[in-house]
């Protein structure tokens, strides 16, 4: 494994949500949003991971997403690229425009809906780093794709792909977690993927976050982890259950349809726009997450 800056891809990297305004990605209030993380203080940025709807999204509106990002970001924190995708032609093109771009790192989803074998998995991500020296992190969540990744596997990834440097893990999986660190070693990027499992992950060992309630409370989640990176357990401990009812509020409903309501009524967003197969807020959704912001004092 490659060697990295010890504060590289370390922290809260918040995957942004697209924002939609009459069925067009609205680039401009995207910058709006990596401009808020960056005031916010996390540490860097996930730009079109699962809660950026990246299957509604076309190749190329993906790629200047991409590129809006590096642009508002503008060097003053990492951007990483999602640049997973169902088939292996388009996850590499997804890549070469990352690299070209400027992307700090990529975040490869494992190939969803085919359910390739685990050797299938291992040949996939072998090939794909022979095509690019980005830090390279694997994005496991088989609850949205259908295929889990075993230790062997990462592995066998590893052996042949020096710059492997993680994982999203996304999970409800500790075990897994610890299987990971205890194999690799704490230089290895294991993220949180499920905000439930943040503190806990995060006193295993685990690198950061990349969760989606970081688009509502950046600074909050972002404290999370300078708070358990610094020893300070107990003010990580209240932090987590301060966030507790935020966490579950955004799976009451296929993320992001809770976080682009919420947003929108912090003004965040201009409105809670999704393309199908995904609608917004039902009227009972929206009444429930607007207790939840009411309680988390966000309205």
């Known amino acids: 494994m490659i060697s990295l800056d010890d504060k590289f891809l370390r922290g809260s990297y918040p995957p942004l949500v697209t924002p939609f305004r009459n069925g067009a990605v609205d680039y401009d209030q995207f910058a709006e949003l990596v401009e808020l993380q960056v005031r916010d203080g996390s540490h860097g940025i996930v730009v079109c991971g699962t809660t950026a709807e990246p299957s509604t999204l076309t190749i190329e509106e993906r790629s200047q997403l991409l590129e809006v990002a590096i642009d508002a970001a503008a060097g003053r924190m990492p951007v990483v690229g999602a640049v997973g995708a169902q088939s292996h032609h388009e996850t590499l093109a997804l890549i070469l425009h990352a690299e070209q771009a400027g992307a700090d790192a990529l975040l490869v989803v494992t190939p969803y809906y085919i359910k390739p074998p685990q050797r299938g998995l291992v040949e996939y991500y ?4 022979r ?36 994982m999203k893990h996304a999970a409800n999986d500790l075990s897994f977690a610890s299987q990971l660190l205890d194999r690799f070693g704490f230089e290895f990027r294991l993220f949180v993927g499920l905000e439930a499992l943040s503190f806990p992950m995060l ?21 999370l982890y300078e708070h358990v990176a610094q020893g300070e357990l107990k003010a990580a401990r209240a932090l987590h259950y301060e966030l507790f009812e935020l966490n579950e509020a955004v799976f009451f409903d296929t993320n992001p349809i809770p976080l682009k309501y919420m947003m929108k ?6 409105s809670n726009e999704h393309r199908l197969p995904m609608l917004p807020a039902t009227k009972e959704l929206e009444a429930r997450l607007d207790g939840v912001l009411r309680r988390a004092r966000l309205i």
């Open 126 to 129: 072998v090939d794909l780093g």
């Open 131 to 166: 095509r690019t020296a980005l830090p390279l992190l694997i994005y496991h969540i088989p609850g949205r794709t259908a295929v889990g990744v075993d230790l062997e596997t990462v592995e066998r990834i590893a052996d042949k792909t020096p710059h492997l440097v993680g």
């Open 203 to 223: 006193a295993l060992g685990a690198a950061g976050m990349m969760n989606a309630v970081g688009n509502l409370a950046p600074r909050k989640v972002a404290d």
């Open 265 to 270: 009524q912090m003004g965040l967003l201009a």
